[in-house]
């Protein structure tokens, strides 16, 4: 074990936020082989108890691993360096993005290219679903769990965060593992409380000025998105038909096709998948108010969504080997991930939907969304199709899937 000068820390963390591309598996494997591997910055067990710890927390897990690794090698400082710094670099990138989008989003060829993209990312969530059920489902309690959430979210339309609060204590009573494994003693921490409220003022107090501000617009998406930090359990799919209902049908910032777009900028970029909020904000307020404001938004929403990451890490690091012996917040994790698995299933049907079929309806007293099957778009099932097998079978680069399903629409778009 050795500790890392501050410059060492901003070259390192600097180069996982540059190359922190393909979701949080690939990032939480970057970052192991440049912290454990390659340097010895944190040891293996370290680094393990703490991802376990961080999948517990609302928000990017990825980002809260790398804002703990910089805690525990330069202290609070470390954790703002390396938090940022796994941030910024896809959050710039999508702030370009995002206003050219704003800008050029009605022109034809960039219709094209995004039919592409959206078919891949139909391929994407379903590629999420395999890996995090093929985790999370080794017993009937967590297949039962699966089974439920996915009924309750798109046949009944029940809140995403009553679903993780019920999975949550279902699984805390009946998921707990039979060895609880080491216990750690409770570390006699007395600052934390003035942690959670300093972080907690830090994260809110542009809250309540948006709202003296502007209560008309920054200040609802301000509060939507600070809400939304708070339920971010199990990663950026499991909340994004959730997101998705709340801006594009109760609040009417974004369009659905628009809502798929902005997913398939946030799969090309660097850092969290969660960026894509930032590309909802961005959007909202071009519609709103032009450029200035599409700009103040997108930091709004980035604020909003990241602050709390801070103030998970900082009040509970210090509890992180105290917590990894309690059998009950395991069972917790394990209950709110099986469950994730039925919100990423309600989240690929619905992709599906929207992407293949040009028209859609809904049926039953719940409004559950039902496509209408003579408006099917064989290019999108084809290209869908393709981009299965690239990245199924083929194991291709994501970036040069997303790559190839562009091109193959824009083909054929120019081909009629």
């Known amino acids: 074990m050795s500790t890392p000068t501050r410059s060492d820390l901003i070259a390192v963390f600097g180069r996982i936020g540059v190359l ?16 454990v591997d390659q340097r010895p910055w944190l040891t293996e067990e370290q680094f393990l108890r703490a991802l376990s710890f961080c999948m517990l927390l609302p928000g990017p897990e990825a980002m809260q691993l790398a804002t703990y690794a910089g805690w525990r090698l330069q202290g609070v400082v470390g954790g703002l360096i390396a938090g940022l710094l796994f941030v910024l670099p896809g959050a710039a ?4 993005l995002a206003l050219i989008y704003a800008w050029l989003g009605d022109v034809p060829v960039v219709q094209a290219l995004f039919l592409g993209v959206k078919a891949a990312v139909v391929v994407i969530v379903i590629e999420a ?29 029940v809140p995403f965060p009553l679903i993780v609060l019920v999975a949550g204590i279902i699984g805390a009573t009946l998921l707990r593992p039979t060895d609880p494994g080491v216990s750690h003693a409770l570390p006699a921490h007395r600052s934390v409380f003035g942690t959670i409220l300093l972080w907690g003022a830090i994260w809110l107090a542009p809250l309540a000025l948006l ?47 628009e809502m798929m777009d902005a997913l398939g900028l946030a799969e090309t970029t660097p850092g969290p998948l969660i960026l894509v ?24 929403t980035l604020w909003m969504t990241f602050a709390p990451c801070f103030l998970w890490i900082f009040a509970g690091a210090p509890y992180i ?30 992709f ?23 408006s099917v778009n064989p290019i999108a099932v084809g290209i869908a199709v393709v981009a299965g097998y690239l990245l199924l079978r083929r194991h291709l680069d994501l970036l040069i899937v997303l790559a190839i399903s562009a091109a193959l629409s824009l083909i054929a778009a120019y081909l009629g």
Do not use: C
Not at 20 to 35: D, H, K, T
Not at 353 to 369: E, S, Y
């Open 277 to 300: 909020t930032e590309f909802v904000g961005i959007l909202a307020g071009y519609r709103e108010g032009g450029i200035a404001l599409a700009i103040l938004a997108g930091l709004v």
């Open 211 to 257: 709202w003296l501000a502007d209560p008309d617009f920054l200040a609802p998406l301000a509060t939507f998105f600070s809400k939304l930090a708070v339920v971010t359990f199990g990663g950026a799919y499991a909340v994004l038909a959730y997101m998705t209902q709340t801006v594009v049908q109760d609040f009417g910032w974004i369009t659905t096709p």
């Open 352 to 374: 599906a939907i929207h992407v293949f079929f040009d028209a859609q309806t809904t049926l039953g007293p719940f409004g559950m969304t039902w496509p209408v099957w003579s």
């Open 321 to 350: 080997d105290w917590l990894s012996g309690r059998p009950a917040l395991s069972g917790a994790l394990s209950g709110i991930t099986a469950a994730v698995v039925g919100v990423i299933l309600n989240l690929s049907l619905w």
């Open 93 to 96: 990138v999508i702030l370009a």
């Open 20 to 35: 922190s591309f393909g979701g949080p598996a690939a990032q939480i494997a970057l970052m192991q082989r440049e912290l």
């Open 129 to 157: 679903l395999l890996k995090v059920s093929k985790r999370a489902l080794k017993s009937s309690i967590a297949w039962g769990l699966a089974g439920a959430s996915f009924v309750a979210i798109y046949g009944i339309g």
